[in-house]
């Protein structure tokens, strides 16, 4: 069976300081994957999604980026975290190409900006 | 292109009785709906979804939905609410049917609490 995994689950990081934040999946190949970013426990904002190693597309422009260095691997990264960027980050997977699939998410990582 | 909406940012339901979690949708054509459910601090976990067919979609948990093309909803249902079915609810869609990148749009979600 599939599962996902996100590290750390937690982090405190004070503004100006670099980012990075992993997903890795397990039990399939080829996956779409994505990054979405919850503010204040609501509505989800996707931020990158990935159909392939080193394909990345921005849904939104600013300080974060992220990289598919392996085909099951997904990292978020910044390199001057802003206040504005605390949040829950969740990472998901579907299968490739399937406008049906369902997303399937990982535990998500709580990042508080001070 | 495809979107929802979720009138209610709350729902209160005794225990026992029956829940429901509305959704909208928007779109030219059939639609592909989803729901989420996210528990505290956790990951969303999927419920079910409607692609094509039968419009009662059954999923986890004993959870349905009702797909009505005439109103344009895709509500989420229980017959009888749980304490532990307390938790933040999403209904998506796909921006663009025609689009393979498996992208969803989110709802603002709507946060259901059952009390004892």
């Known amino acids: 069976s599939q599962t996902i995994h996100q590290w750390p689950a937690t982090l405190v990081q004070p503004v100006g300081s670099p980012l990075s934040l992993e997903c890795t999946v397990e039990?399939?190949?080829?996956?779409?994957l994505y990054w979405y970013r919850q503010a204040a426990g609501r509505g989800l904002q996707l931020l990158f999604y990935?159909?392939?190693?080193?394909?990345i597309s921005s849904e939104v422009p600013q300080n974060l980026s992220a990289s598919r260095p392996q085909d099951r691997q997904f990292i978020l990264s910044s390199k001057k975290l802003l206040l504005s960027d605390s949040g829950f980050y969740l990472c998901?997977?579907?299968?490739?190409?399937?406008?049906?699939?369902?997303?399937?998410f990982g535990p998500g990582t709580r990042l508080t900006v001070l | 292109a495809q979107s929802v909406a979720q009138p209610e940012d709350q729902v209160n339901v005794a225990e026992g009785n029956p829940l429901t979690v509305k959704c909208t949708y928007s779109?030219?054509?059939?639609?592909?709906l989803f729901w989420y459910v996210q528990y505290p601090n956790r990951g969303l976990q999927f419920l079910l979804k409607y692609i094509t067919g039968d419009n009662l979609v059954k999923g986890s948990y004993g959870f349905e939905a009702e797909f009505n093309k005439s109103q344009t909803s895709f509500h989420l249902k229980k017959p009888s609410a749980l304490v532990s079915d307390s938790a933040l609810y999403f209904c998506a869609s796909p921006p663009d049917r025609g689009s393979t990148l498996g992208r969803l749009y989110f709802g603002r979600g709507t946060q259901l609490t059952v009390w004892p």
């Open positions: 779109v030219s054509g059939n639609p592909y």
């Open positions: 990935s159909v392939g190693i080193g394909q």
């Open positions: 039990g399939t190949s080829n996956p779409n």
């Open positions: 998901a997977w579907s299968d490739r190409g399937i406008i049906t699939d369902t997303q399937y």
